[in-house]
DNA sequence: CTGTATCCAAGACGATACTG
DNA sequence: CAGTATCGTCTTGGATACAG
């Protein structure tokens, strides 16, 4: 892997964009639960206590942009929405499984 | 993989700490330009073009303390300082490679 | 050359209340 | 149940100037 010879900027780096997004305070939490299968919204409420729902739709809007999670409305009342990976959002849990199991073995703190 | 039964906060999610980190503007930069192998400050300055001298100081000092690159001073004048990778840097780069690779597959934009 | 010190702007994140 | 609307705070990152 060669010396980069000039200026990679943020736009020139996705890994940067990837790990940035990753990086959000409830992102891995919310793509590790949808791994273990579907949820709606509620559970997902739930289950990542301390989320506030401002802070939960954000997440789950900004990882439907990137196509990691789909969201599907069951019409009804009350009205249920359920949020499951994606084929692509499941493409990247190994990569997020490698973090962490790096991190459990180096980041003691 | 079970489903998480209650509240994973942050200061219990290891993989978040390092996203987190790895996230940093110009955290991965420096480490694939220190994956090429130690350079100078003065180097590193200059290759990741756009980072402030604040900046910089600051992503380099982060990444010594946790112990992902070494900082090597060699007195004389002018003064000269050596980043380089440290093994455990070098550990995680395999992690930002996974990171990389899904990244220039699937993100488009 | 290798940093430090200020100051400042923008965004991330959170608390709280409210709507269909 | 599933969100939206406000508002406030804290953190990140950048511009600039200066020091050993």
Redesign the pocket.
Known sequence: MGRTKYLAS?AECPTHRLL?RL?????CLVLKELAAGPL??????RVIA????????????TLERDDLIS?T??EGV??????ALTPRGSSLMPVIAAATEWAERNLTR
């Open positions: 943020m940035q990086g959000g305070r409830w992102v709606h919204r509620g559970e997902l409420g301390g989320a506030t729902p401002k802070m939960l739709t954000e997440t789950l809007r969201r409305v069951h009350p009205p249920r929405v359920e949020y």
